[in-house]
Structure formats: structure tokens, C-alpha cells
């Protein structure tokens, strides 16, 4: 089988990308334009994160799990905090799951070591990074609790 250089691959792949990303024309001929983006006005709040009773403008509590918040009011920073523990949840749960693995891991190597020092050795070491891992994760877990804090919410 003949090899396709490598110039004649790089020039089919621009041309892909130009032809799927250069200009839109309908059926007709005229151009598309771009419809202005469309910003929502009001955000669900899809958690109760700690002190969710908290006043956020001093006279107001934030809306609870399931109520809206308007954006562009004081109340916009009620979604911020909400976005920010279920990022923060998603890397928790994210660090979890590979402290877990690391641990089975690290576990394998060392029951499998059979005398040997450096198998031990990599067991201990895959250990060691869960540990580290699980110590990300609650700092993680951490952030809006200390985020709010400094807001002084």
C-alpha cells in the first residue's frame, strides 16, 4: 500500500477545515448572518450550598434549590456561588474516583510484589498520590465555603 505524504495530508486537512468553517450561504445564494447571542435573564438554583439562608445584599436571602435568580441584579451572585459548588462537587467526585483506583492500584502492586522491593516500592508510591488526591478533593470541596466567606456572605 502506498504512503500519502504527509504535505498532501496537511493540505486536504486545511482545505476540510476551511470548507466546514469558511462562509454559510443558503440555498438561494445570500449570506447567513449570525443571530445576536441570546442571554438568559434568570438562572435555576440547582443546589442549596452551605449557607444558602445567607443575606446576599444584606436585606435578602438567596432562592433555595429549584427557585430562579435574576441575573443582572444582586441576586446574580447567588448563581455564581451556585455554578461554583457544582463545579467544585464535579471535581470532588472526579478526585474521588481516581484515589479510589489509585488505591486498588497501588494495593495490586504491593500484594502482587512476591518479595520484590520495587513493586513495593510503586504500590506505596500509588499510595501516597491517592492520598494527595483526596487531600486536592477536599480542598475542592473547600472552595465555596471559603469563597463565601471572603464575599462576606
Keep these: ?11 486536504l486537512a486545511l482545505t476540510a477545515i476551511a470548507l466546514v468553517l469558511g462562509p454559510q450561504e443558503t440555498l438561494a445564494g445570500e449570506p447567513t448572518l449570525p443571530s445576536p447571542p441570546q442571554f438568559a435573564e434568570t438562572c435555576t438554583m440547582r443546589t442549596n450550598w452551605p449557607g444558602q439562608n445567607i443575606q446576599y445584599d444584606g ?9 430562579t435568580a435574576d441575573l443582572g441584579t444582586s441576586q446574580s451572585i447567588c448563581c455564581v456561588f451556585d455554578t461554583l459548588v457544582i463545579v467544585t462537587n464535579w471535581v470532588f467526585w472526579g478526585f474521588m474516583i481516581l484515589v479510589i483506583l489509585f488505591i486498588i492500584i497501588g494495593a495490586y ?18 499510595v501516597i498520590y491517592a492520598a494527595i488526591g483526596a ?19
Design 59 to 67: 436585606q435578602n436571602n438567596c432562592p433555595s434549590r429549584g427557585d
Design 109 to 126: 502492586y504491593i500484594i502482587t510484589a512476591g518479595g520484590s522491593q520495587e513493586k513495593v516500592t510503586t504500590g506505596r508510591q500509588f
Design 1 to 11: 500500500m502506498a504512503k500519502i505524504p504527509v504535505k498532501l495530508l496537511s493540505l
Design 135 to 153: 487531600l486536592i478533593a477536599l480542598a475542592a470541596r473547600a472552595i465555596p465555603g471559603f469563597a463565601a466567606s471572603l464575599m462576606g456572605l
